[in-house]
Nanobody
Framework: QVQVVESGGGLVQAGGSLRLSCTAS????????MGWFRQASGKEREGVAF????????YYLDSVKGRFTVSRDNAKSTLYLQMNSLKLEDTAMYYC?????????????????WGQGTQVTVSS
């Protein structure tokens, strides 16, 4: 059973930075593509970033390009999301999950192992 635990969220002022972490178990982490998602209150879950198993392929939501960076440490079975220049609209619960076969990277239907998430709140 795939399990993930997200951490690193918090309250930050606009323009600030946070680094999210996600530790995974129950899967061969080093062989799995991974993704970060977020869900703001009253909105659908959206794909924020994707990284393939080698770390050589990355995709981002247009609104976070140039501000967020996804990375991974396969030796530690850990996924990261460095978030800089945070904006009010980045406020959401952030989740990581493991990609299954098929589908587009940003479709949550093609991911498994959803954790409890970590809350990111950006204040003005």
């Amino acid at each position: 059973q795939v399990q993930v635990v997200e951490s690193g969220g918090g309250l930050v002022q606009a323009g600030g930075s946070l680094r999210l972490s996600c530790t995974a178990s129950g899967l061969n982490f080093g062989a799995n593509d991974m993704g970060w998602f977020r869900q703001a209150s009253g909105k659908e879950r959206e794909g924020v970033a994707f990284i393939n198993w080698t770390g050589g392929t990355k995709y981002y939501l247009d609104s976070v390009k140039g501000r967020f960076t996804v990375s991974r440490d396969n030796a530690k079975s850990t996924l990261y999301l460095q978030m800089n220049s945070l904006k009010l609209e980045d406020t959401a619960m952030y989740y990581c999950a493991a990609k299954t076969y098929g589908g587009v990277w940003s479709d949550p239907a093609y991911y498994i192992g959803w954790g409890q998430g970590t809350q990111v709140t950006v204040s003005s």
